[in-house]
């Protein structure tokens, strides 16, 4: 799994794979920052990984966007990792 990008604000991303290959990729489902003079950053998404085995390296990120002039930054997502046995 290499290269999924998603810059969707309150997007959710479930995975149940037998196994995830990171080499060298990214995950994101980061919020995308404040567009507007003095606006907030989107929220980030979630994303639940349940996984026999990982292999690789990688990011796997659901952070808030920044806020533009004024604005606040928006709160970070979640990453659920869940290792199962084979």
């Given at each position: ?20 290959i ?42 808030g ?6 604005g ?15």
């Amino acid at each position: 799994m290499t290269n999924v990008f998603i810059s969707l604000m309150l997007f959710s991303v479930l995975f149940r794979l037998n196994l995830i290959i990171l080499h060298p990729g990214s995950l994101i489902a980061d919020g995308n920052p404040g567009a507007a003079s003095n606006s907030g950053g989107g929220s980030g998404g979630g994303v639940s990984i349940n996984v026999a085995s990982v292999t690789g390296h990688g990011t796997i990120s659901a952070k808030g966007g920044d806020g533009n002039g004024e604005g606040t930054g928006g709160s970070g997502g979640r990453v659920y990792f869940k290792l199962t046995e084979k």
